[in-house]
């Protein structure tokens, strides 16, 4: 089932076929040679996506199939050398009602799993950290919203590594200098907005893209289930460097994000407003 449904995945025919002896692995987190599937899915919405997408590909597989039996059975059955007196049969109720009932049938299944899917994406439960992603041509800035833990409150941007700067581990032109690093098995709220042009915020692993539109904040959610690294890029084509402004998201172990958080906390900048007027001599005054 795991296969065919890769393999449908993919999209039909030899190719697919031919393909599918070579790998029929998918990458996590980033693309593999010679790969034919989309790329594992590691949030529940994500796998979520995944299967609707395959029992879509069942559907128009067999309809497909179907239509294309129906034509060539009448291209061989009714022909003129085969069929030479055509009948003058104009209707017939009962393949009218079936042709009717059987596509609304079909789209009532697909729209089932469809808003299923789309609720989950649009409500968004209880966070437990919310990040700003702010498109800029051409890189990503993110804000870690300060949470009542005092986890957060910093921000950053990422860059694409050049070509000359990859370490061992790193991908060409998909690993970032600074990565989105969260928890696994907690709520991301991910915000996206941008600061000039219209960009997209997308990792295939976590099944989503966002359109990031400057003057408004869009809003999806993510729960990674796994460790790892899962790359994606920007989705819109925003401009010239449109191809060099990747997103790494690191999901790490719970205690592993603390501490990255005590690093960030001293390492990025806040993102408190500096205050002005007497409010700076107030907190220059706290401050001494
Ligand atoms: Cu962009």
Redo the contacts with the bound molecule.
Sequence with gaps: MRVWSSIFGAGIGGLALAAAGTAMAAGTGQPEPWQIAMQTPVTPLAAEAHSFHTLLMWLITLITVFVAGLIGYCMFRFNEKANPTPSKTAHNTAIEIAWTVVPVLILVLIAIPSFRLLRGQLIIPPADITIKAV?N??FWGYEYQGDKEGKGGFKFDANLVEEKDLKPGQVRLLSTDNDVVVPINKVVRLQTTSAD????WGVPSLGFTMD?VPGRLNEIWFKIDREGVFHGQ??????QR?AY?PITVRAVSEAEYDKWVAEARTKFASTDPVPTGPARKLADAARN
């Design positions: 498109g041509s051409w042009v219209l960009h997209s990031a920007c989705r819109e084509l925003c401009g449109h402004m």
